[in-house]
Each structure stands twice: as C-alpha cells, then as structure tokens.
C-alpha cells in the first residue's frame, strides 16, 4: 500500500518570522526617530548661542540597543549629558529653557562675568579670573563701579564692580593685552604706547538667563514621526 505524508506549514514558525519582521521594522523606526528628536533638541542649543560643543552633548540612545536585537516595542531617549556637580550640560541647557537665575556659589558673592578683553583658550572658552590671574602673573584688583576716576578702555557694563588689570599694552601683531615692561610703564620707549588700566571681568550679584531653548518643539517630533518613519521603515 502506498502511503503519502502530507504536512502543514508550521504556524508557530510562521507567526514568529512575521512578528520578527515586525519588530525589526519597529526597532529602526523609533532609532530613526530618536536621532530625529536629538538633531532638533541640538539645533535648539545652537540656535541659543550655546555653541557646537555643547550641543554635541546630547545624545540619543535607543532600547534595545544591543547589535542584532529588536522589539515590538522599542523606545528611545534623548538627554543631555550630566555631571556630578550639578554643573554639566544637562544643568546649562535646563537653565535656558527655563529661563533660570544664575547665583554665586561657593560662599562668593559675586558672579564675574567676562568682557570681551579676556583671553580665550583654544577651545574657544574664555579664561576664568584665577587663570586670568595665573596669565599675566598678577592679581586682578577690585574697582568700585561708582569710581569715577577710574579711566579704561575697556566697554563698561552695569555691575556691582569690575576687576581690573593696571599696566597693560595692547599687542600691535594680535591686538590682544599684553603686560606693559618696566621701560613702557616709564615712557622710555622710542614709540610709546598707552599703558592702560582694562577691565577684565563685571562683578554682578545675579544673571537671567533668557527662556532660549523650548523643550516643546523636541517633544512634538517625539510625538508625531515615528509614524511617518514607520511607513518608511515598513515594506
């Protein structure tokens, strides 16, 4: 007698290669859309001034995010890196969105704000007061703003007080300060130039920041393209 075997496609098999599919499509989707949320919260921190380098301090991270693994339900985040000292971007980007008052910490109690005499180190951030100090070799002194007397030609701004370098000249190659030499400081050069008292730094009690970055706008991406990337995802 012949006898013939029929069987049927395995659905359990079936139903589990679909659903990996699925969840292929779904995991790249909310990665696409993940990065979609971390280009519009960086171009939020460009656009308030707060530089390349700060906005490459967010980052997205999708879940699963291991190499290979997919999910029927994926998610992502996008943050802003922190720091132990509450002092980190996380901390910078919070104050601007929400538009927070600045104090001194550490017992000071002043902020010293930089002017535009200030040097810049290479990455393009300005000297604090110590490493102005630890620069020209000299203490900053202390100028009452109500002084009167005080000639500079350094731009002026509302303070409590500035802290001021006496005895510089400006470089003619650069056009930055310089410590005048002891032959300038007396007049003795063949082609003077003015030794002048700069202001380095306005001493303020507190600052506003201003409300420059709305969180609103990364949410609404969050919100409304993942389905758009899903479609494109889908095929």
């Known amino acids: 007698m012949l006898r013939t075997s029929i069987t049927g496609p395995d659905f359990d098999k079936l139903f589990t290669g679909a659903e990996q599919d699925v969840a292929g499509f779904m995991t790249a989707a909310m990665a696409d859309t993940t990065n979609d949320v971390k280009e519009v919260f960086r171009a939020q ?18 879940y699963p995010n291991r190499s290979g693994r997919v999910s029927l339900d994926p998610s992502g985040w996008v943050y802003a890196q922190p720091s132990k000292d509450g002092r980190g971007a996380a901390a910078i980007i919070e104050s601007y969105s929400t538009g927070a008052s600045i104090v001194a910490r550490a017992g000071k109690r002043f902020l010293a704000i930089p002017t535009d005499d200030v040097p810049m180190k290479r990455s393009g951030d300005t000297l604090s007061p110590d490493e102005v100090e630890a620069r020209y070799g000299r203490k900053l002194q202390f100028i009452s703003s109500g002084d009167k007397g005080f000639k500079t030609p350094s731009q002026r701004h509302a303070g409590v007080g500035y802290l001021v370098l006496k005895g510089l000249v400006i470089r003619k190659a650069t056009g930055r300060w310089r410590n005048a030499t002891d032959r300038e400081r007396g007049g003795k050069t ?46």
Request: glycine share 4%; charged share 25%.
């Open 45 to 62: 921190v460009r656009a308030a001034g707060l530089g390349e380098r700060l906005a490459n301090a967010v980052r997205g991270v999708t």
């Open 190 to 235: 063949r082609n003077p130039r003015p030794v002048q008292s700069v202001i380095m730094f306005t001493l303020v009690r507190a600052v506003k920041k201003p409300k420059s970055i709305d969180l609103s706008v990364p949410a609404e991406v969050a919100n409304t393209r993942f389905e758009t990337n899903l479609n494109a995802r889908w095929r």
